[in-house]
């Protein structure tokens, strides 16, 4: 019988002849320790889910949405739009990866101001929560920004910028649709340049 105990309950066999001795307390300490190894026999992979890396080492985006301008061109410009089209890829731990970006964002100006458009290209860093439909992005990029102007003047200049948010995947299966929500700022010289996008996408 004393085969099947734990090492250190056979190295104290009055624990187990004489368990009338035992308090209750001591006896519950005992059943507690018991399952606490039990427990952490169990595989890792039981306890951490990594995300399902995809079929195909690289993957490709569209997205469309909104974006909600902030800072002075909030107070310069309408809502706009947000166009997007990326590449993505899984790291070696698959709850990382990296993801190449191109944007076109457009809002309606005011005043003597027709439009401003934003032309990007940017680089991304994704993790992706355990599950994998919860996921967080981060990066840099180059951004041409663009103004026109009632006279149909423009101006423009390029800059870098960053941008950073959280996206959700609603869908398994193709097609697999996601949103997200972000924060992009350009460093665009004399005034701030601050949205925040909103979009929905089809990653296949």
């Known amino acids: 019988m004393t085969?099947?105990?734990?090492?250190?309950?056979?190295?104290?066999?009055?624990?187990?002849?004489?368990?009338?001795k035992i308090a209750p307390l001591s006896m519950a300490c005992i059943l507690v320790a018991l399952a606490t190894t039990h427990a952490g026999a169990q595989p890792a992979q039981r306890r951490a889910a990594v995300p399902p890396a995809p079929a195909s080492p690289v993957?490709?985006?569209?997205?469309?949405?909104?974006?909600?301008?902030?800072?002075?061109?909030?107070?310069?410009?309408?809502?706009?739009?947000?166009?997007?089209?990326?590449g993505e890829t899984r790291l070696a731990d698959a709850r990382w990866g990296m993801r190449g970006d191109v944007s076109w964002d457009r809002y309606d100006g005011q005043g003597v101001v027709t439009s401003y458009q934003y032309l990007a290209l940017a680089a991304n860093l994704v993790h992706h929560e355990r599950g994998g439909r919860l996921y967080e992005f981060g990066g840099f990029g180059i951004y041409h920004s663009r103004?026109?102007?009632?006279?149909e003047s423009s101006a423009g200049d390029t800059n870098l910028g960053t941008q950073a948010g959280i996206g959700l995947q609603l869908?398994?299966?193709p097609p697999r649709w996601f949103t997200e929500f972000g924060f992009t700022s350009a460093f665009t010289s004399g005034r701030s340049s601050l949205w925040f996008p909103l979009r929905v996408g089809l990653r296949f």
């Open 147 to 151: 103004v026109a102007f009632v006279d």
């Open 171 to 173: 869908s398994d299966r």
């Open 59 to 86: 993957s490709f985006t569209l997205t469309g949405g909104l974006g909600l301008p902030a800072g002075d061109l909030g107070q310069q410009a309408n809502v706009g739009l947000a166009l997007g089209l990326r």
């Open 3 to 20: 085969q099947s105990l734990p090492g250190w309950l056979m190295h104290h066999p009055s624990l187990f002849l004489a368990p009338r």
